[in-house]
T-cell receptor, first 117, second 116 residues
Framework: AQTVTQSQPEMSVQEAETVTLSCTYDTSENNYYLFWYKQPPSRQMILVIRQEAYKQQNATENRFSVNFQKAAKSFSLKISDSQLGDTAMYFC??????????????FGKGTHLIIQP | NAGVTQTPKFQVLKTGQSMTLQCAQDMNHEYMSWYRQDPGMGLRLIHYSVGAGITDQGEVPNGYNVSRSTTEDFPLRLLSAAPSQTSVYFCASIPWGRGHANYGYTFGSGTRLTVV
């Protein structure tokens, strides 16, 4: 079974600062994706960024980037120039895939990120 | 496209009552799934389906039933609600098949269920 660990229950930074959210995972499989989801107070689950395990290049999406260390099984999210709208719960998630397709998601417990004005 | 639609958004049940949480998607996704979200626990997989007529259990299936008669719909049934089933429930879907995994899941907006 796969496990995902987010060791920071809550973080708080000032607007415009850079913040990094940590995520580690455990698996013996080779074919998988990693995701970061954002959940604002509206509770909608919003996909922030995805990383396929066999791709060495770290994924980036505008102000969001990841540091994917496959050997260390680490998948951290960096948010640059943080904005008040980034305040939310952030979940790291793991997904296996096989020849048939995607598997279910395994989530970490989440990090509550607060951006202070 | 409406994406993934869940109804109702809020529900209060008495212990022992039954109800069905509805989930519908219009993206022709083969894979559909139900998660529950509890404080400090993240989201956990309840049941999933890879196509009409095919369902399987996830991490926390006890107390829930599912069926999949069409590609579009994947209802979640609580046969006899218990206070431990108080949670926020999410339905999510993804295209099935190699090469589609990178799309990521599309989530519904969730149902907040309270069992008293």
């Amino acid at each position: 079974a796969q496990t995902v660990t987010q060791s920071q229950p809550e973080m708080s930074v000032q607007e415009a600062e850079t913040v990094t959210l940590s995520c580690t995972y455990d698996t013996s499989e080779n074919n998988y994706y990693l995701f970061w989801y954002k959940q604002p107070p509206s509770r909608q689950m919003i996909l922030v960024i995805r990383q396929e395990a066999y791709k060495q290049q770290n994924a980036t999406e505008n102000r969001f980037s990841v540091n994917f260390q496959k050997a260390a099984k680490s998948f951290s999210l960096k948010i640059s120039d943080s904005q008040l709208g980034d305040t939310a719960m952030y979940f790291c998630a793991f997904m296996l895939y096989s020849g048939g397709g995607a598997d279910g998601l395994t989530f970490g417990k989440g990090t509550h990120l607060i951006i202070q004005p | 496209n409406a994406g993934v639609t869940q109804t109702p958004k809020f529900q209060v049940l008495k212990t022992g009552q039954s109800m069905t949480l509805q989930c519908a998607q219009d993206m022709n996704h083969e894979y559909m799934s139900w998660y529950r979200q509890d404080p400090g626990m993240g989201l956990r997989l309840i049941h999933y389906s890879v196509g009409a007529g095919i369902t399987d259990q996830g991490e926390v299936p006890n107390g829930y039933n599912v069926s999949r008669s069409t590609t579009e719909d994947f209802p979640l049934r609580l046969l006899s609600a218990a206070p431990s089933q108080t949670s926020v429930y999410f339905c999510a879907s993804i295209p099935w098949g190699r090469g589609h995994a990178n799309y990521g899941y599309t989530f519904g907006s969730g149902t907040r269920l309270t069992v008293v």
